[in-house]
T-cell receptor, first 109, second 112 residues
Framework: RKEVEQDPGPFNVPEGATVAFNCTYSNSASQSFFWYRQDCRKEPKLLMSVYSSGNEDGRFTAQLNRASQYISLLIRDSKLSDSATYLCVVVEYGNKLVFGAGTILRVKS | NAGVTQTPKFRVLKTGQSMTLLCAQDMNHEYMYWYRQDPGMGLRLIHY???????AKGEVPDGYNVSRLKKQNFLLGLESAAPSQTSVYFC???????????FGDGTRLSIL
């Protein structure tokens, strides 16, 4: 089993739609969680951290479910500019960062 | 703000050639990392450094060497390039080891 797993997609959604991605992790001692965004042929950029209580940043909401060992990212009112690959990142015990392979989102007009 | 800068951005090598990729950061970060990213896979850690003069192996270190002679620079070397090392290489730095990491814009390396 991979340490961090994501549905590769692609998720094809119309503008204005709400879309959600999940990411599962295998190490129950994982400490920190992040969502990164990566545009085609560009570097990953931090989108948001994921806190235990859940957190929101504009149209983006991140949640953590420790019992089921997954994190989620919800995007409301999708924009064309949201099209990208979304990477889940888990910091395991011992400060080891593990990246998921990413979920592709395509927002179409 | 320069952040993390990688050079070169693109390179084509022949099998057996050597080269060095340079990563420079101006954020005074202690921790620096080299990753490779291949299609359908997450970023995989090659080597990392927890401070000037220190290096350590990551998940896929074979065929690569690194050096951190200055805090701001982290060099990745390929002594004898192989086609399996064709990839996109990203350097990252962070202030502490709990994330997040700041990435350079990548080096696209092709080995023929």
């Amino acid at each position: 089993r991979k340490e961090v797993e994501q549905d590769p997609g692609p998720f094809n959604v119309p503008e204005g739609a709400t879309v959600a991605f999940n990411c599962t992790y295998s190490n129950s001692a994982s400490q920190s969680f992040f969502w990164y965004r990566q545009d085609c042929r560009k570097e990953p950029k931090l989108l948001m951290s994921v806190y235990s209580s859940g957190n929101e940043d504009g149209r983006f909401t991140a949640q953590l479910n420790r019992a089921s060992q997954y994190i989620s990212l919800l995007i409301r009112d999708s924009k064309l500019s949201d099209s990208a690959t979304y990477l889940c990142v888990v910091v395991e015990y011992g400060n080891k960062l593990v990246f998921g392979a990413g979920t592709i989102l395509r927002v179409k007009s | 703000n320069a952040g993390v800068t990688q050079t070169p951005k693109f390179r084509v090598l022949k099998t057996g050639q050597s080269m060095t990729l340079l990563c420079a950061q101006d954020m005074n970060h202690e921790y620096m990392y080299w990753y490779r990213q291949d299609p359908g896979m997450g970023l995989r850690l090659i080597h990392y450094s927890v401070g000037e003069g220190t290096t350590a192996k990551g998940e896929v270190p074979d065929g690569y060497n690194v050096s951190r002679l200055k805090k701001q620079n982290f060099l990745l070397g390929l002594e004898s390039a192989a086609p399996s090392q064709t990839s996109v290489y990203f350097c990252a730095s962070e202030e502490d080891r709990m994330g997040p990491q700041h990435f350079g814009d990548g080096t696209r390396l092709s080995i023929l």
